[in-house]
């Protein structure tokens, strides 16, 4: 196991921002993150589980203890009746992953193409886009035991998955280290478009599109919006959408619809939010005071999507949290609607 020493975060994450980890290791297979762990705990050191860092907001300060990045590659798959079974090492890329998957013609994320990141983050806060969640195929999760390095198997159900939420961000966090996740995916069916962006893009076609053809166009869209990194692009130097849509009471909706009606504005409803009762957090954003493309010194709003926050260049992670605070206080005061922010901070601030 190699051990370095006060390696900087920042540029191991998509927003790159972030101090230095005290202890860093890359664990390769599940023997690196026993030994990781062992080294952890034999010197009682807070432990930090690093996947692609695409959902992370690193504090300058960095992380006083051990980062343990998760690279474990390779994937297989068996094909049963109707159904193609993907087993995948946590540290796999996920997009890349996605790819693999449709060139079997297999369905069931190809919406989710685009998504930076690996495959072991997934299932932690549930990933979701374009009509699909992870939740919707996942067949297992295999982690190992921080207190005990035992192997664990988690089913579906085990996971408890829910909007942006699983027990690995909630009830168990912090508790297992993900080394691999298995997917059961359809094959010999055409993709199931559920978005209103993907029909318009498919309208007029007389045949159902591959599943390549929709990971295509799920991509160019996302392309679009700055959700797809491109490198160099600042628009998507961020770590995705910085506000999850907040779910709500009938009482708290109608409560917005009379505060909107006032200012001669109409809330937007759509079916994918209107069956979980949820607001759209881009649009509180936007009537907020904040359209996109605000600025305010290294830091500011994607011009491409209001809810990414992004570094413009050289911003520290105060800046990008001094953001997220004046955000989630001018929609509070104007809507009174609380956001609830989806990347992890990671740092004892
Ligand atoms: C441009 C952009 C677009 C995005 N679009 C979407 C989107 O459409 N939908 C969506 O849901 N998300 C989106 N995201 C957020 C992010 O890509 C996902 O949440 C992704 O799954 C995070 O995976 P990761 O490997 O980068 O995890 P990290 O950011 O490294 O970590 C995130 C959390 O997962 C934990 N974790 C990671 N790996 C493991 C592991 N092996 N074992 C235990 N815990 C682990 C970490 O400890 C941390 O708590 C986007 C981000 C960006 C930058």
Known sequence: MDVQENVLLGPLTTLRVGGPA??????????????????????????FVLGGGSNLVVLDSGWPGLVLKVTIRGFNHRHGHEVAYFDAGAGEDWDGFVAATVAHHCVGIECLSGIPGSVGGTPVQNVGAYGQEVSQTIEAVNAIEVATLESREFDNADCRFNYRTSIFNTSERGKYVIVRVSYALKHGVAPRLEYADLKKHFAGWSEAPSPAQVREAVRKIRASKGML?????????SAGSFFKNPVVSEAQFADVVKRAAAKNLEVPSYPALERLHKLSAAWLVERSGFAKGYGIGQVGISRKHALAIVNRGGASAAEVLALKDQIQGRVEEIWGIRLEPEPVVVGVG
Do not use: H, M, Q, S
Request: proline share 6%; charged share 45%; hydrophobic share 35%.
């Open 22 to 47: 005290r202890y860093f290791v890359e664990a390769r297979n599940e023997d690196d993150v026993r030994e990781a762990l062992k080294f952890a705990r034999e010197r009682t050191l807070p432990l």
């Open 229 to 237: 990194i491109v490198p160099g692009d600042e628009d998507c130097r």
